[in-house]
């Protein structure tokens, strides 16, 4: 499989590109990767250094791939941060182009715009995109619970909230929506809940709550998922087995107390999970 993911990459740490395309090699899927940002390291240490690309080098790269003769053989596109509406017309042109090349190709879209606790984080304009373009464009998105709340428009505080939520997402074009964080008034104050629907069947997976907070985590999760789901055809294994790994992934690095999210000391969390959670159709 050859999926291709343009996202932002760093140079130290995991989160974009940087978290996304190793999991998915590490399961035997060929990645060609297009960086939105080149960065030392990623912009919540406050200091960085480094550059923020724009819309026409993205084109330009997928001309260059085009060229190869090789977008028949693309199976799906998977996008994460956009940091513009530039890079995001750039974006949907090369979802566009890869679908036509390969109609059976899909995208993978993370609308990245904020989250609880921080609220919208985005450029002015970015939020309004991803509602009105890049998710109608997208066959799977995976917002958090915040996102989730933002794009629908409807509060999400108990179950019912969350599945009426996504029923609306699904309304706006999405075969496919993977909820990456949910917290509701049933969530033990021990645990986190993730949920997939895929319109006809809801699901959940709950896992214990880890005292860390590290960035990079939904941008790996995202992309395993759409890898599972593409793989099996099932939103409720794929969600079972991206919990899995991102539960595995999450714990070894509290373990050993790093600051930055231990993809490939913890790489056989991709594989073959150490520890597999119920998922329940709820």
């Known amino acids: 499989m050859n999926i291709l993911s343009i996202q932002s990459w760093v140079a130290y740490g995991h989160v974009g590109n940087a978290s996304a395309v190793f999991p998915m090699q590490r399961l035997g899927c060929d990645v060609w990767a297009i960086h939105t940002v080149q960065f030392s390291n990623h912009t919540g240490y406050g200091a960085w250094k480094g550059r923020v690309f724009d819309g ?36 949907l042109s090369a979802v566009a182009r890869v679908r036509e090349a390969n109609p059976a190709a899909t995208y993978c879209c993370d609308p990245v715009i904020g989250d609880v606790g921080t609220g919208v984080f985005v450029r002015p304009g970015i939020a309004e995109f991803m509602r009105d373009k890049a998710v109608p464009a997208a066959d799977v998105i995976t917002p958090n619970q915040f996102e989730l709340e933002l794009l629908s428009g409807r509060p999400v505080t108990r179950l019912d909230d969350a599945k009426a939520a996504v029923a609306r ?55 395993l998922f759409n890898l599972h789901w593409k793989r099996s055809g099932s939103a409720a294994e794929a969600l ?32 073959a999970p150490s520890r597999r959670f119920p998922v329940e159709r709820v």
């Open 56 to 91: 026409p080098m993205i084109d330009e790269i997928v001309d260059g791939i085009a060229q190869r003769g090789v977008l028949p053989r693309c199976d799906g596109v998977v996008s994460g941060y956009m940091g513009s509406a530039d890079i995001g017309t750039a974006i």
């Open 169 to 223: 997402l699904h309304t706006l074009g999405p075969k496919v929506v993977l909820v990456t964080s949910l917290i509701t008034e049933e969530t033990p104050v021990d645990a986190i809940d993730l949920a997939a629907s895929d319109g006809e069947g809801f699901w959940r997976v709950r896992t214990p709550r880890l005292a860390i907070a590290a960035s990079g985590a939904g941008d790996a999760i995202a992309a």
């Open 240 to 271: 079972g087995n991206a919990a899995a790994s991102i539960y595995g992934l999450l714990k070894r690095t509290a373990e050993a107390g790093a600051t930055e999210i231990l993809v490939v000391e913890a790489q056989d969390e991709f594989v």
